[in-house]
């Protein structure tokens, strides 16, 4: 801290000492103080000292039986200690900055973005506030990591989430999951190709003009149905071609399973916080981390603000998700079982809507695991739009 600034804070005094030897008495005067002016008047010594060196002035006088009289005091300090005998005007400054201090880290709006549909906004509403988050809500002391995971969690319309705050408003970004009708426009001119390898077994064009023959072999990419219609008498237009065009493929897929394998999964989450001050971090009470656990970490800060100002203190939020790591030994047989399982899945979600015509399936055993690799023979439809006019 410089000098001139130690001066302000500390304060200066300006005293009168009478006494004998004035000479002597300035030199040790200035061995036990840094003094700001001295001089000597009429047998007497006149100094500016430090506020905070007066006792040992005083001390000095005494010994010296000299007498000394204190002619001003100035600075901060000095100012500070004469309102501090006013309790009423003391009282007063500490609760009006405790009160504005309040206020600048006191949740006064929230404002929601993302969810359009008013049902929505009052359900995430409703979930903030069962989260501690509302108007009247002391911002450090909300765990805005935390309440954005409860809030994703909590609502099925809810696929992101995110919590932050500036001055005394907290905005909330959301996602919503809600299912809408595709926009595509009908107006998109577009032929059908072929999306693989086929042979076509039968086809229903609703918009557009056919190009291939039931029982033709088509290769990828090959169209199918164009959306440029000529008709009688030379006139053309472009359509937006619509059909289902169904063609018999074959496909493989391979599944495969280790006999020993090693999965990592997440456990419990952990929540620390720290009053920062720059960059130093003080730890505030909280849960204690596993010794020897492994964790992914996570972390917020939320400023301290006062009057809108962004103060050199903030509470940072750690988010420690535990990471478990487990060890798994499987058997011929289980190991079989497993992907004849995750086979049964495929067929029901990836071939949703194909008919199986035939299937072979070869067992590999290849010494630390197995596999399936499973040849198929199927129908489904194999059209794929295509823009007649790039964009």
């Known amino acids: 801290m410089s000098d001139s600034l130690f001066g302000i804070l500390t304060g200066r005094i300006s005293l009168k000492i009478e006494g004998f030897d004035a000479p002597l008495l300035a030199e040790k005067l200035r061995k036990i103080c840094k003094v700001k002016s001295l001089y000597a008047k009429d047998d007497a010594l006149f100094a500016t000292i430090p506020g905070n060196k007066i006792d040992r002035v005083q001390t000095l006088c005494e010994s010296q039986n000299c007498v000394y009289e204190i002619l001003e005091r100035r600075g901060t300090a000095f100012k500070i200690k004469k309102y501090l005998h006013r309790f009423g005007f003391a009282f007063g400054v500490i609760l009006v900055s405790a009160l504005i201090f ?31 988050v509302k108007p009247g809500a002391y911002i450090p002391s909300l765990n805005f990591i935390k309440i954005s995971t409860e809030l994703f969690s909590n609502s099925d319309e809810v696929a992101w989430a995110s919590l932050g705050s500036v001055g005394s408003v907290v905005y909330v970004n959301v996602s919503m999951s809600t ?17 693989r390898d086929a042979v076509i ?17 088509v290769h990828k990419g090959q169209m199918l149905v164009s959306g440029l219609v000529e008709y009688d008498g030379g006139a053309a237009r472009y359509y937006h071609s619509r059909a289902t065009i169904i063609g ?36 505030l009470p909280s849960e204690m981390l596993k010794r020897g656990a492994e964790y992914s970490v996570k972390t917020q800060t939320v400023p301290i603000k ?7 203190f903030s509470v940072k939020t750690y988010e420690y998700t535990e990471i478990v790591e487990t060890e798994k030994t499987y058997s011929k047989g289980e190991a079989l079982s497993n992907l004849y399982k995750r086979m049964d899945n495929y067929e029901k979600n990836l ?23 499973v040849d198929y023979e199927i129908e489904g439809d194999i059209g794929a739009p295509s823009k007649i006019f790039a964009d």
Not at 183 to 193: A, D, K
Not at 201 to 217: E, F, H, I, P
């Open 306 to 312: 006062l009057i809108g100002f962004t103060m050199p």
């Open 351 to 373: 071939l949703a809507g194909s008919k199986i015509i035939s299937r072979k399936v070869h067992e590999i055993d290849g010494g630390d695991g197995i596999s399936l690799e």
């Open 102 to 132: 309040y206020l600048s880290n006191t949740v006064v709006k929230i404002e929601i973005n993302g969810a359009y549909d008013d049902a929505q906004r009052v359900q995430i509403r409703e979930l903030l506030a069962t989260e501690g």
């Open 179 to 195: 299912n809408k009708p595709e926009t595509e426009s009908t107006r998109i001119p577009t032929n059908i190709v072929a999306s």
């Open 248 to 283: 018999r493929y074959e496909d493989r897929a391979v599944f495969s399973q280790k006999y020993r394998e090693t999965s990592t999964a997440y456990g419990e989450k952990i929540y620390r916080k720290c009053l920062g001050f720059f960059d130093l971090e003080i730890p």
């Open 201 to 217: 077994v039968s086809a229903k064009v609703l918009t557009g003009q056919l190009s291939v023959l039931v029982g033709d072999a």
